[in-house]
Nanobody, 127 residues
Framework: QVHLVESGGGLVQAGGSLRLSCAASGRTVSSYNMGWFRQAPGKEREFVAVITWSGGTTYYAGSVKGRFTISTDNAKNTVYLQMNSLKPEDTAVYYC????????????????????WGQGTQVTVSS
């Protein structure tokens, strides 16, 4: 497992941008699939994005594709989520996750692929 700590959340107006960071310790992000999930009030946690360790393949939820970008900085052992053109419906607690399982193109979004989770960071988008 890997220890994950998120940062970078906050309050932003619709149309604005935020960059979330997830610092990892205990394992290098380059050897782990790293993902972002989010949970809005009253809703279940949902997949946002993932980047694979094997080749840097990325997958995104349809609701964020084209607006969000996941990336890693191996030197800093950190994964980022750049969020642009934010909408009020993006308001949620965002969680960083890590996992060593093989990801398949039809199941990459499942929480069961990840065994390490951060504590979450709040993102609030005002209209």
């Amino acid at each position: 497992q890997v220890h994950l700590v998120e940062s970078g959340g906050g309050l932003v107006q619709a149309g604005g941008s935020l960059r979330l960071s997830c610092a990892a310790s205990g394992r290098t992000v380059s050897s782990y699939n790293m993902g972002w999930f989010r949970q809005a009030p009253g809703k279940e946690r949902e997949f946002v994005a993932v980047i694979t360790w094997s080749g840097g393949t990325t997958y995104y939820a349809g609701s964020v594709k084209g607006r969000f970008t996941i990336s890693t900085d191996n030197a800093k052992n950190t994964v980022y989520l750049q969020m642009n053109s934010l909408k009020p419906e993006d308001t949620a607690v965002y969680y960083c996750a890590g996992g060593g399982y093989i990801l398949f193109s039809n199941t990459y979004y499942r929480e069961s692929n990840f065994d390490s989770w951060g504590q979450g960071t709040q993102v609030t988008v005002s209209s």
